[in-house]
């Protein structure tokens, strides 16, 4: 004969269930945490590298040297 649940054994496997869940959701949230400091890591990089491009092109190669273009 099969034997059914007595109320203590639902009240476990409901606890269990519920731990579950949870420590599915804080490791979503977790990972979506890390997820999104990995973003900002990757956003900085990207605009210190494009910064360090535009400096790059705007450095003079050599000094300008004043030019006299027409006299007076």
Do not use: C, N, W, Y
């Not at 109320?7 to 269930?17: A, K, N, R, S, Y």
């Amino acid at each position: 004969m099969i034997k059914g649940l007595d109320d203590d054994e639902v009240d476990f496997l409901d606890l269990v269930d519920r731990k579950k869940i949870e420590a599915e959701q804080l490791k979503e949230m977790e990972e979506k945490e890390e997820l999104k400091e990995f973003r900002k890591h990757v956003e900085r990089l990207k605009e210190a590298s494009i910064d360090e491009r535009i400096i790059a092109e705007v450095k003079p190669t050599k000094p300008l040297t004043p030019s006299v273009t027409s006299q007076r």
